[in-house]
């Protein structure tokens, strides 16, 4: 792509008035890396528009000139889609409005920059639950989780990003404005180009506001931490949740020992419920529109369970607090397993009904490609997202581990084509997956999708890095 001349750069900062831009080496820095320390960018200039105008008025500007833009959220994803590589930077974090809450419609619309935790506390405010919900929530903005399609805890009974927007409006990389701001669940009049946009990763324009999804805020809410000798015993642990709860479950989440172990050692002031740590603990949440009725529901399941053999032991959240305790358990496994020097990290998906033979079958492929890697899993076992990583042996060394990054991950990967899933379940494919992503798609998808970009973006300035594109359609 084309740099951006002095004149361009310029042209910039006339667009967006001395408050929207820095060139300030300690402004950009945090801008520049990820969270994972795995890409440090670099970037001719920041651009901060405060409004969707500015926003426009920037990407005309690199419209016209035919420079690259990075779209950028709360700088959160984990597979580098958003750091530049001497492209402009868009950020989208002062983009703070909040224009219209609907509490009749179930609907509110935010603008980019409101982070999710933000989100959440403006639906509360207004009588209602938005039901997204994420590790890093208090950073991902709206923009950003719209942009990567982002999934999280709740997805079981809410579904993803794409299954909570109603509208959207956006900048599109000539720099027009598309005001798709609805609040209908019903538009049966042609494509759904707001769909396009959602999981794009920043390819088919820049995200400004968007009108999400609200729901009845329940009455009530059970929190358990159960534990299990397999990971088998999981999956018939959720179809009967599903069946003695009448689809309450909200979130039900399954963690390996080696994870739980790691979380006690590395995150202070953190205590397993369940001692001895089981081989496999799960996390399950319940609510209920009736006041009492969460708790009675997690009873019977739990009783139904032991029972049945399914589980061994369990642990009740008694108040909010416990039940912020047992989240947090769960929440910073990522953190817990980054002091141990990194790893091989794989976002997957396969059937719900396949999950334990995945995990059998993929330890077992692991352990021979790799004698002494230790393998963590942890996820949405309720919507099939497995977190599957896999770390250095105690004293191995982690350089040389990681080295062996990209063949120990296409081990895992053909794997989970095998199993007919996904090597990317919620982070996206960004820097980190878009070659990689090309051994497992149809020659079909690539052509088609890069079709859509190309028509689109023609001149391909929107994140040229990332996904696929007219000039590079396969392998």
Request: glycine share 10%.
């Amino acid at each position: 792509m084309t740099p951006p001349s002095p004149a361009v750069l310029d042209d910039l900062k006339a667009a967006l008035g001395p408050s929207g831009w820095s060139q300030d080496p300690f402004t950009l820095a945090p801008y520049l890396t990820e969270w994972r320390n795995r890409w440090t960018g670099e970037t001719p200039i920041l651009l901060t528009p405060g409004t969707t105008e500015q926003v426009q008025r920037a990407v005309a500007v690199c419209a016209a000139h035919g420079v690259a833009i990075i779209p950028q959220g709360g700088n959160s994803g984990l597979v580098g889609g958003q750091i530049p590589y001497g492209e402009v930077l868009l950020s989208t974090r002062r983009l703070r409005a909040v224009r219209d809450v609907t509490p009749l419609d179930d609907a509110m619309t935010l603008e980019a920059g409101i982070t999710l935790l933000e989100a959440q506390h403006h639906a509360r405010d207004a009588g209602r639950f938005f039901p997204l919900s994420l590790a890093a929530e208090g950073s991902a903005t709206i923009g950003g989780v719209i942009s990567t399609n982002a999934g999280g805890t709740q997805v079981l009974r809410y579904g993803m990003m794409r299954d909570l927007v109603l509208g959207i409006e956006a900048v599109m990389p000539n720099g027009e404005v598309f005001n798709g701001l609805k609040r209908l669940r019903k538009d049966n009049t042609g494509y759904d180009l707001k769909q396009l946009l959602i999981g794009a990763e920043g390819t088919l324009g820049v995200v400004t506001a968007a009108t999400l999804k609200l729901f009845p805020i329940m009455r009530s809410r059970a929190v358990a931490m159960v534990a299990l000798e397999t990971a088998g015993a999981s999956i018939e642990l959720l179809a009967r949740a599903k069946q003695e709860t009448g689809g309450g479950v909200e979130a039900f989440e399954l963690m390996k020992r080696l994870g739980a172990e790691l979380v006690v050692k590395n995150i202070p002031d953190s205590r397993w419920p369940l001692d001895p740590v089981p081989a496999w603990s799960v996390l399950i949440e319940i609510a209920s529109g009736t006041p009492g009725g969460a708790e009675a529901q997690m009873e019977s399941l739990l009783e139904v369970a032991f029972e049945e053999g399914l589980i061994t032991d369990a642990a009740i959240a008694q108040n909010d607090a416990q039940r912020a305790a047992f989240w947090r358990l769960r929440e910073e496994h990522s953190a817990a397993l980054k002091p141990e020097g990194g790893g091989w990290k794989h976002d997957v998906s396969v059937p719900i009904s396949r999950i334990a033979d995945f995990i059998d079958e993929a330890t077992a492929a692991v352990e021979r490609f790799h004698p002494g890697a230790r393998v963590s899993v942890f996820g949405h076992i309720g919507d099939g997202n497995l977190h599957y990583d896999i770390l250095p042996g105690v004293g191995e060394d982690v350089p040389a581990f990681i080295a062996r990054w990209k063949e120990g991950s296409r081990v895992v990967h053909d794997i989970v084509a095998r199993y007919d899933g996904s090597i990317s379940a919620e982070h996206g494919l960004g820097r980190l997956k878009t070659d990689e992503v090309r051994r497992y798609k149809s020659p079909l998808e690539v052509a088609t999708m890069a079709a859509i970009r190309g028509a689109i973006d023609p001149k391909g300035i929107m994140n040229p890095a990332v996904l696929f594109s007219p000039e590079r359609p396969s392998c």
